[in-house]
């Protein structure tokens, strides 16, 4: 069985980065079942592992931490849902491509729930929507938004960090990085696509979408 987590207040990233890795600690040693955790972080920037100094345009604007986890610079603040995912990969099939897509198809049918077609797009991490609504680009062909980021780490086989969809978050605030180091493209979030989603909605939608991407281990 997964544990599902929601915190209803802001956790500030130390707080968060703490509490996954003594999960994690103890789901390695067989002490506590895999789970799920449903936050949202006060306004700030992550640096992962392959994070270039250049895509941190406004180092001041918010707190930026090394997350040490797979993946670049992103944003995290209010109005977007963070799911964290402690699960036991190695119980799992010990495959990190086929578990990486596992998030993606997870990311995928949450946002289906909502008539949202998501995207993978090679070479770009994440998730992505195709703005038919807007201006064709110079290259003539509809503009690509990012509405979720993907990012783990492994440890003994159990995964943190994990997945962000955009719900409501100031969208002006990923201007402070070049987000997973991806120029050209913009961010987008449900409500930005005229969706009136909450953050309820999305749990439900997460929860209900799970063992569709990840079956019973």
Not at 79 to 93: N, W
Not at 115 to 120: A, D, F, L, R, W
Not at 186 to 211: C, I, Y
């Amino acid at each position: 069985m997964v544990e599902w987590i929601t915190s209803d207040r802001p956790v500030p990233y130390p707080e968060a980065l703490a509490r996954m890795e003594a999960r994690a600690d103890a789901i390695a040693r067989g002490e506590a079942a895999e789970a799920i955790w449903l936050l949202e972080h006060p306004p700030l920037y992550t640096a992962g592992t392959s994070a270039r100094p250049a895509d941190l345009v406004d180092p001041d604007r918010f707190p930026v931490y090394e997350a040490r986890r797979g993946g670049q610079y992103t944003y995290h603040g209010p109005g977007q849902r963070v799911a964290y995912v402690m699960l036991d990969v190695g119980r799992r099939g010990r495959d990190v491509r086929r578990f990486v897509a596992q998030l993606e198809s997870w990311v995928i049918a949450t946002l289906a729930e909502f008539n949202v077609t998501g995207e993978i797009r090679e070479g770009r991490v994440g998730v992505w929507v195709v703005r038919h609504d807007r201006p064709l680009t110079a290259a003539g062909t509809p503009p690509e938004d990012k509405i979720a980021a993907i990012g783990i780490r492994l440890r003994k086989w159990i995964s943190f960090h994990g997945i962000s969809i955009n719900v409501e978050p100031d969208l002006g605030h990923f201007s402070g990085i070049v987000p997973c180091g991806i120029s050209g493209h913009g961010v987008t979030s449900l409500v930005d696509l005229g969706l009136p989603v909450t953050m309820d909605d999305l749990d439900a939608a997460l929860m209900r979408s799970f063992e569709t991407a990840f079956p019973p281990a």
